[in-house]
């Protein structure tokens, strides 16, 4: 049962991030080692050819001491945009959770993982 505490006292400190990975179209790209993604605030912005790799939805929540917010949600969704293979992340919408009684407040983001398809 302390282990059970413990553990569950390390989340609550740790925070909540999560990622939803939803992968678009029929064409896969190779994982990205190198992970330099560039983040553009709309699709106005993309100023290349660009398919669209994947759809991420990320949120992210945590303790008074370190609490959520839709950079850190839009930070950790760029591991799972290099997964995909992409260049790019594109936001699509952000949102912020007002802290509760019952949570720590956090943000979160639905952005859309592009690949370029010019070879610069």
């Excluded at 303790?63 to 930070?75: C, L, V």
Aim: proline fraction near 5%; charge should be neutral.
């Amino acid at each position: 049962m302390l282990k059970l505490i413990l553990v569950c006292f390390a989340f609550t400190l740790c925070g909540c991030l999560k990622v939803g990975v939803t992968r678009l179209g029929q064409a896969t790209f190779q994982e990205k080692a190198d992970c330099n993604i560039e983040v553009l605030p709309s699709k106005d912005a993309v100023q290349r050819p660009y398919v669209e790799a994947c759809l991420l939805d990320t949120t992210s929540g945590g303790p008074p001491i370190s609490p959520g917010t839709a950079a850190k949600a839009i930070e950790n969704a760029k591991y799972y945009a290099c997964q995909c293979g992409a260049d790019a992340l594109i936001i699509n919408s952000i949102q912020t959770y007002p802290h509760g009684i019952l949570d720590w407040g956090g943000g979160g983001a639905i952005l859309t993982a592009i690949k370029y398809t010019d070879q610069k």
